[in-house]
Protein backbone atom coordinates (compact mmCIF):
# COMPACT_ATOMS: atom_id res chain seq x y z
CA UNK A 1 0.00 0.00 0.00
CA UNK A 2 1.29 3.55 -0.86
CA UNK A 3 1.23 5.60 1.80
CA UNK A 4 2.65 9.71 1.22
CA UNK A 5 4.84 11.18 4.71
CA UNK A 6 6.74 14.51 5.17
CA UNK A 7 8.20 17.18 7.04
CA UNK A 8 8.22 20.86 7.18
CA UNK A 9 12.21 21.91 7.47
CA UNK A 10 13.55 25.96 7.64
CA UNK A 11 15.94 26.99 5.74
CA UNK A 12 16.90 30.52 5.03
CA UNK A 13 19.43 30.68 2.02
CA UNK A 14 22.23 27.91 2.49
CA UNK A 15 21.30 28.27 6.16
CA UNK A 16 18.95 25.80 8.08
CA UNK A 17 17.40 26.46 11.25
CA UNK A 18 16.08 22.71 11.45
CA UNK A 19 13.04 20.91 11.24
CA UNK A 20 10.45 19.25 13.87
CA UNK A 21 13.07 18.34 16.67
CA UNK A 22 14.46 21.84 16.85
CA UNK A 23 11.34 23.59 17.43
CA UNK A 24 10.26 21.14 19.74
CA UNK A 25 13.67 22.42 21.39
CA UNK A 26 12.46 25.72 21.60
CA UNK A 27 9.29 24.75 22.79
CA UNK A 28 10.49 22.63 25.76
CA UNK A 29 13.06 25.69 26.81
CA UNK A 30 9.64 27.78 26.90
CA UNK A 31 7.87 25.86 28.99
CA UNK A 32 10.88 24.30 31.33
CA UNK A 33 12.60 28.03 31.78
CA UNK A 34 16.12 25.63 31.56
CA UNK A 35 18.12 24.27 29.16
CA UNK A 36 18.54 21.46 31.03
CA UNK A 37 15.44 20.47 31.35
CA UNK A 38 14.59 21.07 27.79
CA UNK A 39 17.26 18.87 27.01
CA UNK A 40 16.37 16.10 29.09
CA UNK A 41 12.58 16.48 27.64
CA UNK A 42 13.56 15.99 24.26
CA UNK A 43 15.82 13.56 24.46
CA UNK A 44 19.11 14.77 23.76
CA UNK A 45 22.72 16.11 25.51
CA UNK A 46 23.16 19.76 27.22
CA UNK A 47 25.60 19.94 24.81
CA UNK A 48 23.64 18.88 21.92
CA UNK A 49 20.96 21.40 23.02
CA UNK A 50 23.16 24.39 23.12
CA UNK A 51 24.93 24.10 19.85
CA UNK A 52 21.04 23.63 18.77
CA UNK A 53 20.43 26.73 20.04
CA UNK A 54 23.52 28.45 18.80
CA UNK A 55 23.18 27.36 15.40
CA UNK A 56 19.19 28.93 15.72
CA UNK A 57 20.58 32.34 16.78
CA UNK A 58 23.42 32.50 14.33
CA UNK A 59 20.69 31.64 11.19
CA UNK A 60 18.15 33.92 12.82
CA UNK A 61 20.53 36.78 12.64
CA UNK A 62 19.06 37.60 16.34
CA UNK A 63 19.06 35.57 19.44
CA UNK A 64 15.59 33.28 19.32
CA UNK A 65 16.92 32.21 23.35
CA UNK A 66 18.58 34.20 25.88
CA UNK A 67 20.36 33.14 29.24
CA UNK A 68 19.81 35.79 32.45
CA UNK A 69 22.54 35.11 34.87
CA UNK A 70 20.98 33.91 38.19
CA UNK A 71 22.31 33.56 41.59
CA UNK A 72 22.61 30.94 43.37
CA UNK A 73 20.46 28.50 41.81
CA UNK A 74 21.60 29.54 38.48
CA UNK A 75 20.59 31.48 35.77
CA UNK A 76 16.92 31.28 33.78
CA UNK A 77 16.85 30.56 30.13
CA UNK A 78 13.52 32.19 28.08
CA UNK A 79 11.89 32.52 24.79
CA UNK A 80 12.45 35.71 22.64
CA UNK A 81 9.36 37.17 20.92
CA UNK A 82 10.65 36.04 17.73
CA UNK A 83 11.50 32.31 18.80
CA UNK A 84 7.89 32.43 20.42
CA UNK A 85 6.58 33.64 17.06
CA UNK A 86 8.28 31.12 15.21
CA UNK A 87 6.70 28.27 17.25
CA UNK A 88 3.32 29.77 16.33
CA UNK A 89 4.41 29.50 12.57
CA UNK A 90 5.47 26.32 12.80
CA UNK A 91 2.65 24.67 14.30
CA UNK A 92 0.43 26.44 11.78
CA UNK A 93 2.61 25.80 8.80
CA UNK A 94 2.32 22.01 10.20
CA UNK A 95 -1.15 21.82 10.19
CA UNK A 96 -1.84 23.03 7.08
CA UNK A 97 1.12 20.40 5.79
CA UNK A 98 -0.79 17.44 7.28
CA UNK A 99 -4.11 18.21 5.42
CA UNK A 100 -2.19 18.65 1.96
CA UNK A 101 -0.21 15.23 3.19
CA UNK A 102 -3.77 13.65 4.27
CA UNK A 103 -5.18 15.06 0.32
CA UNK A 104 -2.08 13.76 -1.31
CA UNK A 105 -2.47 10.20 0.50
CA UNK A 106 -6.24 10.26 -0.48
CA UNK A 107 -5.38 11.14 -4.02
CA UNK A 108 -2.36 8.46 -3.68
CA UNK A 109 -4.59 5.72 -2.94
CA UNK A 110 -7.02 5.92 -5.95
CA UNK A 111 -3.42 5.75 -8.34
CA UNK A 112 -3.09 3.14 -10.84
CA UNK A 113 -0.24 0.33 -10.34
CA UNK A 114 1.63 2.70 -13.21
CA UNK A 115 1.32 5.49 -11.68
CA UNK A 116 2.11 3.83 -8.39
CA UNK A 117 5.50 2.58 -9.47
CA UNK A 118 6.22 5.58 -10.94
CA UNK A 119 5.78 7.21 -7.17
CA UNK A 120 7.77 4.14 -6.36
CA UNK A 121 10.69 5.44 -8.73
CA UNK A 122 10.72 8.62 -7.47
CA UNK A 123 11.54 7.36 -4.12
CA UNK A 124 14.40 5.76 -5.65
CA UNK A 125 15.66 9.03 -7.61
CA UNK A 126 15.72 10.51 -4.09
CA UNK A 127 18.60 8.05 -2.43
CA UNK A 128 22.19 9.61 -2.07
CA UNK A 129 25.53 7.95 -1.67
CA UNK A 130 29.09 7.76 -2.89
CA UNK A 131 28.91 4.92 -4.29
CA UNK A 132 29.39 5.13 -8.20
CA UNK A 133 27.49 2.12 -8.52
CA UNK A 134 23.76 1.60 -7.28
CA UNK A 135 21.63 -1.13 -8.13
CA UNK A 136 18.09 -2.12 -6.88
CA UNK A 137 16.73 -5.43 -6.72
CA UNK A 138 14.91 -7.90 -4.30
CA UNK A 139 16.44 -9.97 -1.64
CA UNK A 140 16.43 -13.78 -3.02
CA UNK A 141 18.03 -15.47 -0.56
CA UNK A 142 19.85 -15.01 2.87
CA UNK A 143 21.84 -17.86 4.08
CA UNK A 144 22.83 -17.25 7.73
CA UNK A 145 26.31 -17.66 9.32
CA UNK A 146 27.84 -17.57 12.83
CA UNK A 147 28.97 -13.87 11.88
CA UNK A 148 28.16 -12.43 8.83
CA UNK A 149 25.19 -13.63 6.27
CA UNK A 150 25.44 -14.03 2.46
CA UNK A 151 22.19 -11.94 1.16
CA UNK A 152 21.54 -13.08 -2.51
CA UNK A 153 20.06 -9.86 -4.65
CA UNK A 154 17.97 -10.27 -7.59
CA UNK A 155 18.16 -7.78 -10.24
CA UNK A 156 15.41 -6.49 -12.47
CA UNK A 157 17.33 -8.10 -15.72
CA UNK A 158 17.88 -11.69 -14.22
CA UNK A 159 21.38 -10.91 -12.70
CA UNK A 160 22.34 -11.32 -9.24
CA UNK A 161 24.79 -9.80 -6.77
CA UNK A 162 25.60 -11.66 -3.92
CA UNK A 163 26.87 -9.57 -0.77
CA UNK A 164 28.17 -10.63 3.00
CA UNK A 165 27.56 -8.73 5.54
CA UNK A 166 26.39 -8.94 9.26
CA UNK A 167 23.95 -10.81 10.62
CA UNK A 168 22.92 -7.93 12.65
CA UNK A 169 22.81 -5.60 9.84
CA UNK A 170 20.56 -8.23 8.05
CA UNK A 171 17.97 -7.62 11.30
CA UNK A 172 18.22 -4.12 10.97
CA UNK A 173 17.53 -3.81 7.57
CA UNK A 174 15.02 -6.31 7.78
CA UNK A 175 16.27 -8.17 4.65
CA UNK A 176 14.12 -11.25 3.83
CA UNK A 177 13.34 -13.24 0.60
CA UNK A 178 11.06 -10.79 -1.40
CA UNK A 179 12.12 -7.20 0.01
CA UNK A 180 13.50 -4.61 -1.99
CA UNK A 181 16.85 -3.50 -1.46
CA UNK A 182 19.65 -2.08 -3.17
CA UNK A 183 23.71 -2.86 -3.51
CA UNK A 184 26.16 -0.16 -3.48
CA UNK A 185 29.23 -0.97 -4.48
CA UNK A 186 32.37 1.64 -5.21
CA UNK A 187 34.01 1.58 -8.52
CA UNK A 188 37.18 1.63 -7.32
CA UNK A 189 36.17 -2.20 -6.07
CA UNK A 190 35.29 -3.36 -9.42
CA UNK A 191 37.43 -4.94 -11.95
CA UNK A 192 37.37 -5.46 -14.83
CA UNK A 193 37.75 -8.97 -16.93
CA UNK A 194 36.86 -10.64 -20.04
CA UNK A 195 34.69 -13.74 -20.80
CA UNK A 196 36.68 -16.82 -20.99
CA UNK A 197 35.00 -20.34 -19.67
CA UNK A 198 38.29 -21.81 -19.09
CA UNK A 199 38.84 -18.71 -15.74
CA UNK A 200 37.41 -19.69 -12.76
CA UNK A 201 37.92 -16.80 -9.61
CA UNK A 202 37.20 -17.02 -6.10
CA UNK A 203 35.03 -13.66 -6.58
CA UNK A 204 31.04 -14.20 -6.00
CA UNK A 205 30.29 -11.27 -8.32
CA UNK A 206 30.73 -11.68 -11.79
CA UNK A 207 28.58 -9.59 -14.16
CA UNK A 208 28.33 -9.93 -18.18
CA UNK A 209 27.97 -6.89 -20.42
CA UNK A 210 29.29 -4.70 -22.79
CA UNK A 211 31.42 -1.68 -22.86
CA UNK A 212 29.51 1.41 -23.24
CA UNK A 213 31.96 3.86 -22.53
CA UNK A 214 35.93 4.75 -21.91
CA UNK A 215 36.64 7.96 -20.22
CA UNK A 216 40.92 7.84 -19.67
CA UNK A 217 42.48 10.44 -17.30
CA UNK A 218 46.11 10.99 -16.33
CA UNK A 219 46.31 7.62 -14.35
CA UNK A 220 43.45 5.46 -14.63
CA UNK A 221 39.95 5.16 -16.69
CA UNK A 222 36.39 4.72 -16.06
CA UNK A 223 34.78 1.96 -17.81
CA UNK A 224 31.13 1.59 -17.58
CA UNK A 225 29.59 -1.68 -19.00
CA UNK A 226 25.77 -2.14 -19.67
CA UNK A 227 24.64 -5.07 -18.06
CA UNK A 228 23.32 -8.04 -20.16
CA UNK A 229 19.62 -7.74 -18.71
CA UNK A 230 19.83 -4.15 -17.87
CA UNK A 231 21.93 -1.83 -15.84
CA UNK A 232 24.93 -0.22 -15.51
CA UNK A 233 28.18 -1.11 -14.04
CA UNK A 234 30.92 1.14 -13.84
CA UNK A 235 34.43 0.63 -12.42
CA UNK A 236 37.77 2.48 -12.43
CA UNK A 237 40.95 0.67 -13.47
CA UNK A 238 44.17 1.70 -14.85
CA UNK A 239 44.98 2.85 -18.52
CA UNK A 240 47.28 0.28 -18.94
CA UNK A 241 45.05 -2.17 -18.42
CA UNK A 242 42.69 -0.66 -20.57
CA UNK A 243 45.40 -0.72 -22.92
CA UNK A 244 46.28 -4.56 -22.17
CA UNK A 245 42.12 -5.62 -22.49
CA UNK A 246 42.01 -3.52 -25.24
CA UNK A 247 38.70 -2.23 -23.76
CA UNK A 248 36.33 -0.08 -26.03
CA UNK A 249 32.84 0.55 -26.81
CA UNK A 250 31.01 -2.95 -27.68
CA UNK A 251 33.70 -5.08 -25.98
CA UNK A 252 32.35 -7.91 -23.98
CA UNK A 253 33.41 -8.14 -20.60
CA UNK A 254 32.45 -8.70 -16.77
CA UNK A 255 32.44 -6.59 -13.80
CA UNK A 256 34.17 -8.56 -11.23
CA UNK A 257 33.43 -7.81 -6.99
CA UNK A 258 33.51 -9.10 -4.03
CA UNK A 259 30.95 -9.93 -1.64
CA UNK A 260 32.68 -8.65 1.35
CA UNK A 261 32.92 -5.28 -1.01
CA UNK A 262 28.80 -4.70 -1.75
CA UNK A 263 26.90 -2.51 0.58
CA UNK A 264 22.98 -3.28 0.96
CA UNK A 265 20.25 -0.77 2.03
CA UNK A 266 16.68 -0.49 2.05
CA UNK A 267 14.48 2.44 0.73
CA UNK A 268 12.06 4.01 3.30
Known amino acids: MLELQGAIWFRAGT ?3 GGKDRIA ?3 AIGEHGSITAAARAVGISYKAAW ?3 DAMNN ?3 EPLVSRAAGGKGGGGTRLT ?3 ERLIRTYHAMEAEHARFVAYLDKVGS ?3 DADADDLHLMR ?3 VQTSARNKLFGRVEAVRGGAVNDEVTLALPGGQRVVSTITHESV ?4 LAAGAEAFALVKASSVMIGLPDPNVRLSARNQLPGVVSRVQPGAVNAEVVLDLDGGGTVAAIITNAAVTELDLKVGTRAVAIFKASSVILGTVG
Open 124 to 126: RFM
Open 25 to 27: LLA
Open 81 to 83: ERA
Open 15 to 17: HDW
Open 110 to 112: ALS
Open 51 to 53: DAI
Open 171 to 174: ETLG
Open 59 to 61: SAG
